[in-house]
Each structure stands twice: as C-alpha cells, then as structure tokens.
C-alpha cells in the first residue's frame, strides 16, 4: 500500500498478575492482535483463553474498527493446547469442563464477531491452532511451515472445532485423512485444499494479511460485515450439529487408559 507509513498503537489486554498474553496493535480501521507466549509456542492456557475473550468483547464495542489481523510472536502461530494440562484434565474434572467452554466459546465468538478476521499463520499451526486458523475469514500462511491437527495422535477426539471447519473448506475424505492421522499438511497443501487462500514468504505474511484486511476495511462496511456473517452461516450450522458431541466425546477421551499413558510417551520420544 502506498503513502506514509501508518501509526501503529499497542495496547495489551489486561491480566492478573502475568505478562499479556494477547497484544493488540491498532492500525486505522484494523485491529492486529498478536498471540503472546512465544516460549510456549502460543499455546493457550487458561489466560490465554480468557484474554482472546476480553478481546472479541472489546471488538463488538469499538465502532470504528473494520477488520482484525490475527498472528503469532516468536516462531509458531499457536501449538493448540498446553501440555502442561495433560495431567491436570486426567484428574480435575472441573477443570476439564471449563476447558471445554473456553474452547466452545472460542468458536462461538470467531463465528458470529461482525468484521472480517484475517489470519496471518508465521509459524506452526497445531491442534486448536489449526482451528484458530480456519475459524478465520481470509488465511494467509508462511509458505514454510505448516499445518496439523494431532488430536488423534495424542488420543483425543479431534472434538474442539476441526471437524467444524475443515469439512466446510476440504473434501470429507482429505480432512479424516489428515484429522485422523495428525500428518503435517504443507502451506502449499493447505493452499490447494481450501484451508488457506495464499502461500507467501515468511517475512511477508504479517504484511500481506494487513494489507488485505485494509483492503476489506476500504469497502462498505454493512455489505462486508453481513456478506461474512451470511457465509459463516455454514459454519454456525456445522456447530450446533457438531460441536456439542465433539466436545462431549473429547472430554471422555481424558479418561482413556490411551490419554494417560501419552505425556509418557511424549517423554520417551524425547518431546
């Protein structure tokens, strides 16, 4: 985009006694929210969760916003979920029951937020993260990393939002091949599967994404906000039918002799 360079100011949605997990840069009409632990990968925890919740809140308030970019800091988009929780959800069924509407909610909010959401994927994008990425309006991914979805792998049901999204975008076929397998799917793969719309270099994909998403926010707001919310009907429709038993099915996954006997294994493989 030609001109002046624009003025960026960043804001960091609040946290009890943490760093921010989430930063939010605003640049004119779009709002560029980072993810914030990059040492863990940008896995989400239950600030993580929280803070991306307060931030779909903020956005249905801000009146002049037109379009949110979504990426990561450090060297991954988002490795899904935390694996320091593995342990806790076999024996805290509490827990457990908030991480499953944390993660519904997730879903719920990327749906139905009224602009456009463009994903910027820097770095790996893995389990939740995967679902973060196609929950998205518009994705563009480093043409270097990849995507999957390793739920089954890690014996869970691939429950909290996948199986929303990918069937939506890919043949049914190609998305059990890789939902139940966890394999790496390229960026060039995502590409040609219809869960990301452009490959671009590493060094560009922040830049890309916000140029598109000012792109969006250029055009008549109501026609874009409700032409997306139209589409995403689809989606809605996927959720209602689907999220419900998937959630459901994910958490009886924690009680599997197969679910206990993984952070093992992880420890043996050396990850």
Sequence with gaps: MSGAPRRCIVERIPAVLTEASLIVETDGPVRIVRLNRPDALNA??????????????QIEQDNDVRAVVITGNGRAFSAGGNLD???LFKVNFGERRKAMRMARRLVDEMLNVHVPVVA??????????????????????????FVADPHVASAL?????????????ASLLRVKQ??????????ATAVEMGLANFAVPAAE?????????HRLASLPPQ???????LLNQILRSNAVSILGMGLASESQSHDTTDYAEFPQKMKVKGR
Excluded at 126 to 135: D, F, H, R, S
Excluded at 205 to 213: L, S
Aim: proline letters at 4%.
């Design 178 to 187: 890789y939902l139940l397998t966890g394999d790496r799917i390229p960026a």
């Design 120 to 145: 910027a994927v820097n770095g790996p994008a893995v389990g939740l993260g995967a679902t973060l990425m196609t929950l998205c309006d518009i994705v563009f991914i480093a043409e270097d990393t």
């Design 157 to 169: 049901v691939a429950g909290d939002g996948g199986a929303v999204t990918w069937p939506a975008y």
């Design 205 to 213: 994909v922040v830049g890309q994404a916000t140029a598109f998403a």
């Design 44 to 57: 989400f925890d239950g600030e993580l969760h929280h803070q991306m919740g307060a931030f779909w809140s």
């Design 85 to 87: 929780d593995f342990e």
């Design 223 to 229: 026609a874009v906000q409700d032409t997306k919310l």
